[in-house]
C-alpha cells in the first residue's frame, strides 16, 4: 500500500491497523522531533534512544486514543514528555535535595546561550545531575510550573526551584570551562550594561 507522506489520518489508521509500512514511515516522518524532546530528558545518547523508542511504542499502543482535531504534534509531545519523565522516575536513585521553600532564583540567562549551538547546549544539559536535569528541562524547556514539577517528580516545589537554581548554577561553570570566550564576552556585556 503507497502512503501519502502528508496524509497524516491514513497513516494513522493504517498504523492502528498493524501496517508495519506505515508504522515505518510515521517513524520516520517524526524521529529526529522525537529525538528532539527525549534527549532533554537523557544523560547520554543510548538513554536517549530507549525513551525515543518506550515513546513510539506508547504512541502506537495509544494511536486508537488520538482525537484528529487535534495537533499530533501537541499530542506526541506530552507523550515523549511524560516518557522521559518517566524513564526518570523508573531510574531515579533516591537523592537527597534540598528543600528550600520560597528559593528566590536567578533570571535566566539566555543572551549567553544564544552564541552556543544548540546541540552543544544540549550536550551540556545532559551532562547535569539527573534532578537538575529534569527540573531545569521541564521548567526552561517546556515551561511547566514549579507546583506542576513537583507533581510530576513527586518531589517538593521549593525542591524544584532550588534544583533549578543548581542546575543554571552547573551549567554557568560548565559553559565557563567549556566556552570561556564566550563566558567572557558576556560578562564584559553585563559590566557595560551596569556602568
Not at 41 to 68: C, P, R, S, T, W
Not at 133 to 144: H, N, Q, S
Not at 154 to 163: C, F, Y
Amino acid at each position: 500500500m503507497n502512503f501519502s507522506d502528508d496524509n497524516l489520518e491514513q497513516i494513522i489508521s493504517a498504523c492502528i491497523s498493524g501496517n508495519s509500512e506505515a508504522q515505518r514511515l510515521l517513524i520516520n516522518k517524526y524521529l529526529g522531533y522525537a529525538k528532539s524532546i527525549s534527549y532533554k530528558y537523557a544523560q547520554n545518547d543510548m538513554e536517549g534512544e530507549e525513551i525515543v523508542n518506550d515513546g513510539f511504542l506508547k504512541i502506537f499502543n495509544n494511536l486508537h486514543k488520538y482525537d484528529f482535531s487535534k495537533p499530533f504534534l501537541a499530542w506526541i509531545r506530552v507523550i515523549f514528555t511524560n516518557t522521559g519523565i518517566d524513564y526518570y522516575r523508573k531510574n531515579q536513585k533516591k537523592e537527597n535535595a534540598i528543600n528550600i521553600e520560597g528559593y528566590d532564583f536567578v533570571a535566566e540567562e539566555t543572551a549567553i546561550y544564544e552564541h552556543i549551538s544548540g546541540e552543544e547546549l544540549l550536550e551540556l544539559i545532559q551532562k547535569l545531575p539527573t534532578s537538575y536535569r529534569m527540573v531545569f528541562v521541564l521548567y526552561v524547556v517546556e515551561g511547566y510550573s514549579h507546583k506542576e514539577i513537583a507533581e510530576k517528580l513527586g518531589i517538593k516545589e521549593g525542591t524544584s526551584k532550588s534544583n533549578l537554581q543548581d542546575a543554571r548554577i552547573k551549567l554557568q561553570e560548565m559553559i565557563k570551562q567549556h566556552f570561556p570566550k564566550i563566558y567572557q564576552l558576556h560578562s564584559l556585556k553585563g559590566h557595560l550594561h551596569e556602568k
